[in-house]
T-cell receptor, first 112, second 115 residues
Framework: GENVEQHPSTLSVQEGDSAVIKCTYS??????FPWYKQELGKRPQLIID?????GEKKDQRIAVTLNKTAKHFSLHITETQPEDSAVYFC???????????FGKGITLSVRP | EAGVAQSPRYKIIEKRQSVAFWCNPI?????LYWYQQILGQGPKLLIQ????????DSQLPKDRFSAERLKGVDSTLKIQPAKLEDSAVYLC?????????????FGPGTRLTVL
């Protein structure tokens, strides 16, 4: 089955700096890659996603890039703010039922 | 629109007891998912329903876990008997269909503690 790994497991940045979170996946048939943000004690919420026919997607301060050859995708957050502090999960979708396999998550801390 | 609803929000039981969780998906969503999220890990899919039929239950421990989605709307997930390692947050999610283009929307989860 699909295996999704996230690196690093924790990331601390100064407010205003950029943050980059990387994920790798194993199944070359995966075709959809969402990113979810989960604040402490709350539900995961989709923040951005990308499909396998696109190399990059941007939404205000957030962007995602996909490298299908290397089987990795990255989340880029610019001008970080304290409210960006949360756990970020990447996932990959595979198969006819679009099964999502999640990574273990990365804890992002933005220092004021 | 109303989001995915789950109850209860918290449950504490002793090992070998039974427990049931309830989920009401977003109105009109045909696909419903149950995930298990152990502390410090990402959600793991337990079972996926398309309307009232199961399309994936490959990671459901069927000796103790069961789930149903009668009438293709609400769903219940049951654990009988519970083990210590079942302590986790159980998340329900729904999407309009099982197509990858459809976003999965998560409920608030039920935090289960097994003592």
């Amino acid at each position: 089955g699909e295996n999704v790994e996230q690196h690093p497991s924790t990331l601390s940045v100064q407010e205003g700096d950029s943050a980059v979170i990387k994920c790798t996946y194993s199944d070359s048939a995966s075709n959809y890659f969402p990113w979810y943000k989960q604040e402490l004690g709350k539900r995961p919420q989709l923040i951005i996603d990308i499909r396998s026919n696109v190399g990059e997607k941007k939404d205000q301060r957030i962007a995602v890039t996909l490298n299908k050859t290397a089987k990795h995708f990255s989340l880029h957050i610019t001008e970080t703010q304290p409210e960006d502090s949360a756990v970020y999960f990447c996932a990959a979708s595979t198969g006819a039922n679009s099964k999502l396999t999640f990574g273990k998550g990365i804890t992002l801390s933005v220092r004021p | 629109e109303a989001g995915v609803a789950q109850s209860p929000r918290y449950k504490i039981i002793e090992k070998r007891q039974s427990v049931a969780f309830w989920c009401n998906p977003i109105s009109g969503h045909a696909t419903l998912y149950w995930y298990q999220q152990i502390l410090g890990q990402g959600p793991k899919l337990l079972i996926q329903f398309q309307n009232n039929g199961v399309v994936d239950d490959s990671q459901l421990p069927k000796d103790r876990f069961s789930a149903e989605r009668l009438k293709g709307v609400d769903s219940t997930l049951k654990i009988q008997p519970a083990k210590l390692e079942d302590s986790a947050v159980y998340l329900c999610a729904s999407s309009p269909s099982r197509a990858s283009r459809d976003t999965q929307y998560f409920g608030p989860g039920t935090r289960l503690t097994v003592l």
